[in-house]
T-cell receptor, first 112, second 113 residues
Framework: NAGVTQTPKFQVLKTGQSMTLQCAQD?????MYWYRQDPGMGLRLIYY???????DKGEVPNGYNVSRLNKREFSLRLESAAPSQTSVYFC???????????FGNGTRLTVT | GENVEQHPSTLSVQEGDSAVIKCTYS??????FPWYKQELGKRPQLIID?????GEKKDQRIAVTLNKTAKHFSLHITETQPEDSAVYFC????????????FGSGTRLLVRP
């Protein structure tokens, strides 16, 4: 039981490049989330998926897209990376609406 | 939408003293308030949570209090230890913001030996 697994752990991109951050959970959770963490700004919600087949915008969705591929997997795509997207990205999941979030180990992304 | 403010941004205490971190929220429909601890370079982990039908909850040295009227909640850590040093985040989830958990900006707690 690995919990929430994120890949890659580290990534460096040049401005304008694209990439997809992968997230998978093996806890049979219904909802999944993508957050970004910047110094002094806490965790900000990018997108979330309440259940398989649904996605919705969070606080800071601009520049990102998501795909809930199946119940286990929720990916985050940057189509054209910008330096402002340099951050640590956390994926999380929860079994139901009022349940605690379980976080992955994060992906540290640098855009030069 | 929901907005969560957290204070202080940094807190330094002597080992054995108590630490208090406070958060306020804007959406009166919020009904779930967790606290997360994040050690350097690691993932946030839940340490305690409280729901809107409860005013206080304790777990050993950690307690959380909720004042729904004033829309604020607090984390209390007693008998602090060096291993309590970390960043602590509060969060709030509104009943009508399905699955959306909004976080405060974090408090860096340093416990001096």
């Amino acid at each position: 039981n690995a919990g929430v697994t994120q890949t890659p752990k580290f990534q460096v991109l040049k401005t304008g490049q694209s990439m997809t951050l992968q997230c998978a959970q093996d806890m049979n959770h219904n909802s999944m989330y993508w957050y970004r963490q910047d110094p002094g700004m806490g965790l900000r919600l990018i997108y979330y998926s309440a259940s398989e087949g649904t996605t919705d915008k969070g606080e800071v969705p601009n520049g990102y897209n998501v795909s809930r591929l199946n119940k286990r997997e929720f990916s985050l795509r940057l189509e054209s990376a910008a330096p402002s997207q340099t951050s640590v990205y956390f994926c999380a999941s929860a079994i139901e609406e009022s349940s605690p979030l379980h976080f992955g180990n994060g992906t540290r992304l640098t855009v030069t | 939408g929901e907005n969560v403010e957290q204070h202080p941004s940094t807190l330094s205490v002597q080992e054995g003293d108590s630490a208090v971190i406070k958060c306020t929220y804007s959406d009166s429909a919020s009904n779930y308030f967790p606290w997360y601890k994040q050690e350097l370079g690691k993932r946030p982990q839940l340490i305690i949570d409280i729901r809107s039908n409860v005013g206080e909850k304790k777990d050993q040295r950690i307690a959380v209090t909720l004042n729904k009227t004033a829309k604020h909640f607090s984390l209390h850590i007693t008998e602090t230890q060096p291993e309590d040093s970390a960043v602590y985040f509060c969060a709030a989830r509104a009943r009508d913001s399905s699955y959306k958990l909004i976080f405060g900006s974090g408090t860096r707690l340093l416990v001096r030996p």
